[in-house]
């Protein structure tokens, strides 16, 4: 079983900056990827970004340029930069990970950008 907890989110004021941490553990796979995912009150869950594990990245056109997924020093811990916060991007921040057909999802961390 993978563990999946995410940290980090809070209130931030309209272009400022937050950084959250996504931290897996338990019996996880040599090989896996990260992404991370957002769902706003009323609608449905939406895709962010992707770290697949040779160290390749996705973003959605959402969060390109604003948002930067990456590794820590430790293969385990992976994180979301996200800059020039915007009221659109407050909603519930989860990481999902991904290692085939098998994936497992964090709780969530809330972020709350004012404007």
């Known amino acids: 079983q993978v563990q999946v907890v995410e940290s980090g989110g809070g209130l931030v004021q309209s272009g400022g900056s937050l950084k959250l941490s996504c931290e897996v553990s338990?019996?996880?796979?040599?090989?896996?990827?990260i992404g991370w995912y957002r769902q706003a009150p009323g609608k449905e869950r939406e895709y962010l970004a992707r770290l697949w594990d040779n160290g390749l990245t996705q973003y959605e056109d959402a969060v390109k340029g604003r948002f930067t997924i990456f590794r820590g020093t430790t293969k385990n811990v992976v994180y979301l930069q996200m800059n020039n916060l915007k009221p659109e991007d407050t909603a519930v921040y989860y990481c999902?990970?991904?290692?085939?057909?098998?994936?497992?999802w964090g709780r969530g961390t809330q972020v709350t950008v004012s404007s």
């Open positions: 338990g019996r996880t796979l040599s090989a896996y990827d």
């Open positions: 999902r990970y991904i290692s085939g057909p098998a994936d497992s």
